[in-house]
């Protein structure tokens, strides 16, 4: 896993270039928004089961079939895995919010995601709506504590929830 400065030196180091004004902006952009990407990150570590909790009750709320015989959240067990994957996408973007690159998420939960969810027929629409949920319980946290979140907080979750619309099984 590359942090967002190793990702872009690899870059230019691929085309054999400098850094340019843009690729030294990036990096300013990265070393000073650390400190609102470790808070967020902090209040993960703490809340994460809050956090989980929470927004697996809105997305019930707004979805209650998915609980009701033939909904993907209907016995103990589907629920557990719900849950578990609702802990799993918040640990990831947890990753990439201390990296400031999501290519963490590409290579370690979306790749694989698709086809394990494409082969248990799993939609991933409620999946992606817990995924907002989660990055918007998480923001409200960070208001009570007096941060305000940013872009880039939410740019994990954002990327995991276009990568799961784009591979969404109902649209194939």
């Known amino acids: 896993m590359n942090d967002a400065v190793a990702t872009l030196i690899g870059q230019f180091d691929r085309l054999g270039r400098y850094l340019d004004r843009e690729a030294l902006r990036t990096i300013d ?37 998915l609980l009701n015989p033939g909904g993907n959240a209907y016995t103990t067990r589907r629920l557990s895995a719900c849950l578990r994957d609702m802990d799993y996408f918040l640990r990831y973007a947890s990753y990439a919010l201390v990296a400031g690159d999501n290519g963490i998420l590409d290579n370690r939960v979306l790749a694989g995601l698709n086809e394990t969810y494409k082969s248990l027929g799993v939609p991933t629409g409620p999946t992606s709506r817990s995924i907002s949920l989660i990055v918007q319980v998480l923001e409200e946290m960070l208001i009570e504590d007096g941060v305000t979140p940013g872009d880039s907080i939410r740019a994990p979750f954002d990327h995991l929830v276009s990568g799961l619309v784009e591979d969404d099984v109902r649209n194939r």
Do not use: C, Q, T, W
């Not at 470790?38 to 079939?65: C, H, M, Q, T, W």
């Open 29 to 65: 952009g990265y070393y000073s928004e650390a400190e609102l990407r470790l808070a967020a990150v902090e209040k993960i570590n703490g809340e994460a089961s809050a956090i989980v909790r929470e927004a697996s009750r809105r997305l019930f709320l707004e979805n209650p079939d």
